[in-house]
């Protein structure tokens, strides 16, 4: 992953602006900045990984028998048991798998979703957050953090996911045939993914398609949506997908990210999503997603794993290597000290009681 350095609020913005400015588009006859997420952290060596990947429940063998695994297990009981003691308290229930997955994640649930940030000043405020919250961290703490953000480009994730989906017909016949297509569909279903393709991508050189007033949404999903899209008519699903009624990297996407579809290779990366709000909390923290797929386990992953390289994380993966740069915080008391300076703190982050209290008591880099 690319590493830059900064030493102040103002170099790090800079940065940022430097790095968007680099993959601009024309639209027209007008520039837009590339789209950008971001996650602080409070220590740089932190993996890109979420929670529930971090247990030991994860997909082992080298030949599954049996395509629903610990990992499944782990989750769905999770959910089944935070569904049912939290019902109550939604107005709008949430409609899928993956929405009550992002409610859990911000509830300290573990799931298999990594939260990111639209926002590059909220994002900075969590990496620095052991510096502008003396009562949560210790002097000890903040001594032996060097805070980074993580920057990702998640149309450029996003696209070469497609891309793979696009050019590995084997893999998407794999997928098909789950769903019971015969080979004529299936011919029929790849017909209209190249289609699908020329519609957002160039066929010779791969690069996004500009478009017109929503090319900032362009290659960035909403799975829950996708999943309501999908399931409101199953048994025509293979008829639609065949006359392109449906864009049919919506049902790939779905089968692998959504349902939890256990890939052999640990080529396909997480996928990039946005997901409703279901909080202020959420809402406030401009809070996007990346979605985990499940991964076979290899037998030289544990030896790895305890070297201390995580497969999993986004930051071994090949495909997240083309999206991700990182920008370490060299002096952070002094960058909290220009946060707290302009009026920005930890409740730009938790609009909870508590927090604003201790705003209050406490005007000061630790």
């Not at 979605?291 to 076979?296: I, K, L």
Request: net charge negative; proline share 4%.
């Amino acid at each position: 992953m690319k590493i830059e350095y900064a030493e102040s609020v103002g170099e790090y913005l800079s940065l940022i602006k430097k790095e968007s400015n680099l993959y601009e588009t024309r639209v027209g006859d007008h520039l837009e900045p590339e789209v950008l997420w971001f996650r602080g952290f409070d220590y740089t060596g932190h993996p890109l990984i979420p929670s529930l990947f971090r247990e030991k429940n994860l997909v082992n063998g080298l030949e599954l028998e049996n395509p629903y695994t610990k990992l499944h297990y782990a989750e769905d009981i999770r959910t089944q048991h935070y569904v049912a003691k939290n019902y109550h308290f939604f107005s709008k229930i949430p409609s899928s798998r993956v929405e009550w997955l992002e409610v859990m994640q911000h509830h300290e649930v573990k799931t298999r979703l990594l939260d990111w940030s639209e926002s590059s000043m909220h994002s900075l405020i969590f990496a620095l957050e052991a510096f502008l919250d003396g009562k949560k961290y210790s002097t000890e703490q903040r001594r032996k953090q060097v805070p980074c953000v993580c920057v990702l480009r998640p149309q450029v994730l996003n696209l070469n996911i497609l891309k793979y989906l696009y050019e590995k017909q084997d893999f998407v016949r794999e997928l098909l045939k789950e769903l019971g297509c015969t080979s004529q569909e299936e011919i029929d279903i790849l017909k209209q993914l190249e289609k699908n393709w020329d519609l957002i991508a160039d066929k010779k050189s791969g690069e996004r398609k500009s478009l017109e007033g929503i090319n900032h949404l362009s290659c960035i999903f909403n799975l829950s949506t996708i999943n309501d899209e999908l399931y409101r008519d199953r048994t025509r699903l293979k008829e639609m997908l065949k006359k392109g009624e449906i864009f049919t990297f919506f049902y790939l996407l779905s089968r692998i990210y959504s349902d939890g579809y256990i890939l052999k290779e640990r080529v396909l990366p997480p996928l990039a999503v946005v997901q409703p709000y279901h909080s202020e909390r959420i809402k406030l923290q401009k809070g996007v997603f990346t979605v985990f797929p499940y991964y076979e386990e290899k037998k030289w992953d544990e030896v790895l794993r305890e070297a201390g390289i995580e497969r999993n994380a986004m930051q071994y993966n090949e495909i997240c290597q083309k999206a991700l740069f990182k920008i370490e915080l060299m002096k952070p008391e002094e960058m909290a000290y220009e946060l707290i300076s302009n009026g920005i703190n930890t409740s730009w982050l938790y609009p909870e009681l508590p927090i604003v209290a201790n705003e209050i008591e406490s005007h000061k880099a630790y």
